[in-house]
Every structure is written in structure tokens, then in C-alpha cells.
Nanobody, 124 residues
């Protein structure tokens, strides 16, 4: 198991930017792929972005492509989500996820490690 703690959420005006962070601990030496999901009120949790252990492979949901960037710093055991050009429809609780396989970490029903979430609110 790996423990995940998100931070960086907040209130931002449409068009603005936020950077989320997810610090991972536990299972030292494991090579986890990491992902971000989000869940808006009354909606299902949805995939946002994922990154491989090496950082060489990334995947994005179409709704955030070209606006969000996922990255990681393995020396700090931290993954980031840079969110630019934010829209009110990006408002959600954002969750960090980890799994040993990149393909698995993109599927909400298969992820084995979740953070507690951080709220992002975008107002117009």
C-alpha cells in the first residue's frame, strides 16, 4: 500500500491556474504509476491524467488536454497537476491515485490506492 496526500486546491477565477500536488509515502522502492481523477457534485469520478513511473508516458482526458499538465519528481515522491485556463466545469474534488501499472491507474474501478482529495472551485 502507498499513502497519498493531495494539496493545492482552492478557489480560482475562470481563466486562472492552480497546481495540485500529491505526496506519496510507504512501499519505498515500488515503482508506481500515478494519476489524477476528479469528481464533481452529483457526478461519477472521472479520469483526468496519468503518468508512468519514469515520467516518459502521459495520458490525458480530452476535456483537459492542452490545459492540464501532469508531472512528477521521484526524488520527492510527488506528482503534480498544473491546471491552466481553468473553467467552471473543472470544479470538482481532485483525487490522486497510484498503481503499479499505468493502464490500471487510468481506470477508476481498478485503482488500488487513493488520496483523500482536494477541492478545486472555479468561479466565473
Amino acid at each position: 500500500q502507498v499513502q497519498l496526500v493531495e494539496s493545492g486546491g482552492g478557489l480560482v477565477q475562470a481563466g486562472g491556474s492552480l497546481r495540485l500536488s500529491c505526496a506519496a509515502s510507504g512501499r519505498a522502492g515500488s515503482t508506481y504509476a500515478m494519476a489524477w481523477f476528479r469528481q464533481a457534485p452529483g457526478k461519477d469520478r472521472e479520469f483526468v491524467a496519468a503518468i508512468s513511473w519514469s515520467g516518459g508516458n502521459t495520458h490525458y482526458a480530452n476535456s483537459v488536454k492542452d490545459r492540464f499538465t501532469i508531472s512528477r519528481d521521484n526524488a520527492k515522491n510527488t506528482v503534480y497537476l498544473q491546471m491552466d485556463s481553468l473553467k467552471p466545469e473543472d470544479t470538482a474534488v481532485y483525487y490522486c491515485a497510484a498503481d503499479l501499472e499505468l493502464t490500471v491507474v487510468t481506470i477508476v474501478t481498478m485503482v488500488s490506492n487513493w488520496g483523500q482529495g482536494t477541492l478545486v472551485t472555479v468561479f466565473s
